[in-house]
């Protein structure tokens, strides 16, 4: 028995066991992919829409420490690896280099240049009303990042939580069902601004959380533009929803779609595949990294999670050279 | 079949209006974490120090709207006398939009050649 299959076995037996109890109700749901993924992304929704209104701090610091490393690792599989894009060298290196510098404090301009090379390497140059479309909307936003970096950086911290749920929507062909996930994130979005959670967040003493080591005028001062003060509040509450769902979409309902076989695996069947698509060496350093950021946590919290944040600079840029990529040539090409 | 979502992604991400921050004590952001003294950039790019100083400053504890209160807060001022600070430098933009224009027109001269030479 291998490390890996003797450390997961109590985790895929309570699994299994937990399933077998639960399998009269959540059979027809979990039966069917669609339908399962669905459901999934309903229940995240919904979860995240508590989960702001019940404790929002909290989940503003401890979502990027805890799930900040495995959500980067799912988005550079699902979008490089399993694509096969980390074949191309010229790719790799000419969009690497700017999403590099990104995670090492270079301004918004900079990690806008990774568009360029998704939009041209690997593609015979073929002008079409799409290509000319993305590169004038890569001009626009380069133009702002250089322009105002500091508010291009707030927009796009907020703009990327959705251009997660609109990549999972182009990740595969699915039923229109499906558009209740996008739906109530919207939907979700719409009644914080209008500030359907506002009671709820007094209510369970949400407005602060000293064990945090923030607080909202600190998110409020970091992540919103000059608004009135109300308006900002519930765009942190928005953020905080919307990074949520944003973390579910990465960790759950991606690699559910992209799994071989429609039934769900054992943990150790997902580790297995985690080991072909990166590799065992870089998997330890993935999970030594994720370990990591935890532990860090333990001890300075605040510091973590501004320490992961900036590790993290790149994968917004990376979604959206993606999908610019995606909406130029089609997805996976 | 083409999803006309990533047309409304891409809408969408043009759309995003540009923000304005000011709300954060202006020159403030710096200095989060760092010990009175330090070196720091202000927000007009100018090397500075990290100086105590009392400002006003929405309290969101007791939910909203916010009261407001006076705390102190490290603020960033431009000082000539202070150390370099770290910045990513203008030119670095340049550098490297330059680097991935010459990359990309490398790649497509070497594909035009494997091309010719098949």
Redesign the interface.
Known sequence: MSLAQAVLAPADAARSAALKVLAPWLAPLYADRHRRVRWLGIVSVVSAFALTGLAPLWSLALGPVLLGVPHLASDVRYLVVRPGLHRHAALVVLMGAPLLAASFGAGPAVGMLGVLPALFVGHRPRWSLRLAAALAGWAALSWAAWQAPFGFQLAFVHAHNLIAVALWWCFTSRPASAAWVPALALLGTAAIFAGALDPLVTASGGWSAPWTGTSFTEFVETTTPAMDATLAARLVLSFCFLQAVHYAVWLRLVPDDARARPAPRTFHASWLALVMDFGLAPLLVVVALALGVVAWGLVNLPGARLGYLQLAAFHGYLELAIAARWFVHGRAR | ???P??????A???G??????????AN??QC??AAAGSACVTDDGAAGTCVAQLVS??????????KTKQVELLLCVASASAAQA???PTW??GA??L???S??I???LA?RRRSALA
Request: aromatic share 4%; charged share 15%; glycine share 8%.
């Open positions: 079949m083409k999803s979502l990533p047309a409304a992604l891409v969408l991400v043009l995003a209006s540009v923000a304005r921050a000011d709300v954060p004590a403030s952001t989060q974490g400053r929405f309290d969101y504890s007791e939910g909203v709207p916010p770290t910045r990513a670095l933009a490297l939009l680097l991935v224009m990359g990309l490398a790649v497509k594909g």
